[in-house]
C-alpha cells in the first residue's frame, strides 16, 4: 500500500495561483496512473485531473481545463497540481489517489489509495 501526502494548500485570492504537491512512500508510484479529486463543502467528492503511469496522457475536469496542469515526477515519487487562475467555487479539500493501474480515468473507483487531502480555499 502506498501512503500519500499532500501540501501546498492555502488561502489564495481569486485570479491567483497555487501548487500542490503528493509525495508517495512505502512503493513507486511509477507504474500507476495517479489522479487530483476535491470535495466542496456539502458536496460530493469530484474528479479534477489525471495522469498516466509515464505522464504521457493526461485528463482534466471541464471545469479546470485549461486553467490547472497535472505532472509527475517519477524519480521523487510526487505528483503535482499547477492552479492558476483561481477561481472561488474551486475551494474545497484536494485529495490526491493512486491507481490501481497504469492508464488514467476519471472515476475513483479507478483509485486505491488516497492521502489526506489539503485545503485549497480561494477569496473572491
Known amino acids: 500500500q502506498v501512503q500519500l501526502v499532500e501540501s501546498g494548500g492555502g488561502l489564495v485570492q481569486a485570479g491567483g495561483s497555487l501548487r500542490l504537491s503528493c509525495a508517495a512512500s512505502g512503493r513507486t508510484i511509477r507504474t500507476v496512473a495517479m489522479g487530483w479529486f476535491r470535495q466542496a463543502p456539502g458536496k460530493e467528492r469530484e474528479f479534477v485531473a489525471a495522469i498516466s503511469w509515464g505522464g504521457g496522457n493526461t485528463r482534466y475536469a471541464d471545469s479546470v481545463k485549461g486553467r490547472f496542469t497535472i505532472s509527475r515526477d517519477n524519480a521523487k515519487n510526487t505528483v503535482y497540481l499547477q492552479m492558476n487562475s483561481l477561481k472561488p467555487e474551486d475551494t474545497a479539500v484536494y485529495y490526491c489517489?493512486?491507481?490501481?493501474?497504469?492508464?488514467?480515468?476519471?472515476?475513483?473507483?479507478?483509485?486505491?489509495?488516497w492521502g489526506q487531502g489539503t485545503q485549497v480555499t480561494v477569496s473572491p
Open positions: 489517489a493512486a491507481g490501481r493501474g497504469p492508464n488514467y480515468s476519471n472515476y475513483a473507483s479507478s483509485f486505491g489509495s
